[in-house]
C-alpha cells in the first residue's frame, strides 16, 4: 500500500487531518520588516557595550589618574575607535527606532484630544537635543 | 486575446495530499478585479474543487483573509493589478493550521477571544429602570479605534510570536481586551490584567509592529498592547510604592 492511500484510510469526515507548517529558523530573513524588527532588537547589544564601557572608565577614575590616562589612551586606538564609531551608529538606530514608537505606547490627551503622533515623538529629540546641551556645556566649561 | 494573470494557489486535500503545494490558474485579467474574484473565477469555471472561505467581498465580515505574494490580506480588498504582471501567490493564513486548501482551523483564535472577556463587567449592574449607561463622545473616543476589529486575524498572520509561541493570546484579542478596559462603563480591567499579565498575554509581545502595519480597520494593536503594558507597568509600580493603597 502507498502512503498516499494510507493517508486516504485516515482521513474522514470526523478525523480531520490538519496540515501545520513549520516555522523555521530564518523566518526572520523572510521579511524584510522582521528583519528590521530584528536589528533593532540587536542594537541593544550595543547599548549594553556601551554601558560596560562607561563602568569600565569608572573604575579607572577610581584607580587614579594613571589608570585613567592609560584607559583614555586605549580608546585612541584604532581598534577601539572603529568599535566606538560602529558602535555608536547602532545606538543611533536604537535610540531612533525606539523613539518614533513613543507614541504608538503612549496616548497623551489634553483636554480630551490625543496629541498627534509628531509631538509625541518629538518631544523625545527635544528632550534629547536638552541634555546634549546641558552634558556639552558641563564638558567645555573647564576648557 | 484578452489578457490573463497566473495564480499560484496552495491546495491540501487531507484525504488525498502529504502536504500542500502549489497549483498554477490563468485566469483573466481584469482591472476591476480582486484577488478573490480570481479564486471564485477558478471555482466556477476552472476548478470547482478549490476551497476558501468568504462572504461580504467588501472588507466587513472578515472571512476572506489569506497570504497574498506572502503579506496577509484581505483577498476581496487586494486588487490583482497592484501585483502585475503576475503570478499571484495566494496561500492560507500563516501560523493556523490548514483545514483543506486556503481554509485554515480558527478554534483556537475563538478559544483566545473569549479568555479575554470581551464584554463589558460590572461590580453592580443598575437595574432597568435607572436608564442606559450613558456615554460623552470623549469617553466613545478613547476605545473607538479597538472595536472597529473584524476578526479577519490578519494581524496573527502578521505576528511572528503568534508562529513561535502557540499559547500567545494575540494582538486582535489584546486589543479587544484594552477596548473593553478603556470603555467607561466597564469595571473589570484589573479582571483582564490578571489574564494578560503573563508571556502568554501582554509580556509576549516584543513590538514586532506588523499587526498593525497589516490591520485592514486601522485597530492598532500594537498600539493596544503596548498601552496596556504601560498600564500594567504602571500599575505594578503604584502597588510597590503604595501597597496599602491599591483596592
Ligand atoms: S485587529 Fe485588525 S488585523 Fe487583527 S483581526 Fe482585527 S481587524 Fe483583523
Ligand atoms: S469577503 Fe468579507 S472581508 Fe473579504
Known sequence: MSPMSNLAH???????RWYRRRMSVWWWLKDRAYMKFVVRELTSVFVAYFAVLFLWQIRAVTQGPDAYAQFMGRLKTPLFL????????????????????TPTAMVVRVRGKRVPDT???G????????????????????I | MPPTIALDVIRYRPEQDA??????????FRDDWVVLDALNYIKDRLDGSLSFRWSCRMGVCGSCGMMVNGKPKLTCAAFLSDYLPGPVRVEPLNYFPIMRDLIVDITDFMRKLTKVKPWIIRDQVWPLEEGEYRQTPEQLDTYKQFSQCINCM???AACPIVGLEPEFVGPAAIALAQRYNLDSRDEAAGERLKILSDHA???????VGECTQVCPKHVDPAGAIQQFKLTAALDALKSFLVPWGTR
Open chain 1, 82 to 101: 572603529t568599535a566606538n564609531i560602529v558602535a555608536f551608529l547602532f545606538v543611533l538606530y536604537h535610540t531612533i527606532t525606539w523613539f518614533n514608537l
Open chain 2, 201 to 207: 498575554g501582554i509580556w509576549g509581545c516584543t513590538f
Open chain 1, 10 to 16: 485516515h482521513h474522514t469526515a470526523y478525523h480531520p
Open chain 2, 19 to 28: 502536504e500542500p503545494a502549489f497549483q498554477t490558474y490563468e485566469v483573466p
Open chain 1, 119 to 121: 509631538i509625541v515623538a
Open chain 2, 154 to 156: 490578519l494581524c496573527y
Open chain 1, 123 to 142: 518631544s523625545n529629540y527635544v528632550a534629547w537635543l536638552i541634555v546634549s546641551v546641558i552634558v556639552a556645556w558641563i564638558f567645555t566649561r573647564g
